[in-house]
Nanobody
Framework: QVQLVESGGGLAQAGGSLRLSCVAS????????MGWFRQAPGKEREFVAA????????YYADSVKGRFTISRDNAKNTVYLQLNSLKPEDTAVYYC?????????????????WGQGTQVTVSS
């Protein structure tokens, strides 16, 4: 079992920045590929970004490419999502997820464990 706890969400103005963190516990963190998803009210949960074990491979949804950056620190059991140039349409609950494989995942079913989410609200 892996437990994931997100933090760092909040209110930001359009054009601003936030940094989300997700701390993992329970199993060896470095064995898991990690991902971030988000879900806006009335919408499906959508993929945002993914990173492999070492952090050497990353992938982003087109909607966030060039604005968001995923990274990880295996010594701290933490994965990060840096959100820059925020837009109102980035408003959502952001979830981190862990996958028991060193393969990037792009859909919900690729992941085995989920956090509870952290709210990001961007005002115009």
């Amino acid at each position: 079992q892996v437990q994931l706890v997100e933090s760092g969400g909040g209110l930001a103005q359009a054009g601003g920045s936030l940094r989300l963190s997700c701390v993992a516990s329970g199993r060896t963190f470095s064995w898991y590929a990690m991902g971030w998803f988000r879900q806006a009210p009335g919408k499906e949960r959508e993929f945002v970004a993914a990173i492999n074990w070492s952090g050497g491979r990353v992938y982003y949804a087109d909607s966030v490419k060039g604005r968001f950056t995923i990274s990880r620190d295996n010594a701290k059991n933490t994965v990060y999502l840096q959100l820059n140039s925020l837009k109102p349409e980035d408003t959502a609950v952001y979830y981190c997820a862990a996958r028991r494989a060193n393969v990037l995942g792009y859909v919900r079913d690729d992941y085995d464990y989920w956090g509870q989410g952290t709210q990001v609200t961007v005002s115009s």
